[in-house]
């Protein structure tokens, strides 16, 4: 699981996590309960990820967490990056040996460059050979990350064997920024719908 933001979730020693908000870490029980285990890194040292997430070295570092990941469980392993994490999860599918994933989930993917100056498009979408679910909630007001770009995601994953796009709609808005983690873009009030498509698409790809 590849959050948003900064990448900072502010991971304890004795494993709390102290910014819960994002999508991907407020949901991590549920997808617990249904069966699959969760992997969750923080940035090192409280390093801002933004800029640096289609990188060669975070591609890397994508690799290092995939390979931990077939270490400690058996079965598939998929990579979910959500918002400014897509990017990290295109990066590491685009270069992933092969074999080692076998599919990458994109919510709410960055596709209109911003601050971070990247997006999924910087992160080699040409590459990726996996199969793909594209996630866009049509109620998403985050400017850098429209729902109506989906298709365009699709069209530049030309080499993947299996590209899916699945629109959502709905959610509620407690965070003051559209593109924070509890509105529509996050998911907010429409986690348990949310994750339980997304599980549809995977258990169909194990």
């Not at 502010?10 to 949901?27: A, E, K, M, S």
Request: hydrophobic fraction near 40%; glycine fraction near 12%; charged fraction near 20%.
């Amino acid at each position: 699981m590849l959050p948003g933001g900064s990448g900072q979730i502010g991971l304890q020693d004795d494993g709390q996590i102290r910014h819960g908000d994002n999508f991907v870490v407020r949901t991590r029980t549920r997808w617990l309960r249904r069966g699959y285990a969760v992997l969750l890194a923080d940035a090192v040292d409280g390093m801002n990820l933004r800029g640096l997430r289609s990188s060669p070295r975070y591609a890397a570092v994508v690799e290092a967490l995939v390979d931990f990941a077939h270490a400690h469980m058996a079965g598939p392993v998929f990579l979910l990056g959500t918002s400014q994490g897509a990017i990290a999860a295109m990066n590491g599918a685009a270069h992933a040996p092969t074999g080692r994933v076998a599919g990458v989930v994109l919510t709410e993917s960055v596709s209109v460059m911003g601050g971070s100056r990247e997006t999924v498009f910087s992160a080699d979408p040409g590459q990726v050979r996996i199969p793909v679910l594209i996630v866009g909630n049509r109620d998403d007001r985050c400017n850098v990350a429209p729902p109506g770009a989906a298709p365009d995601i699709a069209a530049a994953l030309d080499h993947s064997p299996d590209v899916r796009v699945l629109s959502v709609s709905g959610g509620q808005t407690r965070s003051r920024k559209n593109c924070g983690s509890l509105t529509p873009h996050g998911y907010y009030g429409i986690e348990v719908p949310t994750v339980d498509a997304i599980i549809r698409w995977l258990d169909g790809h194990r």
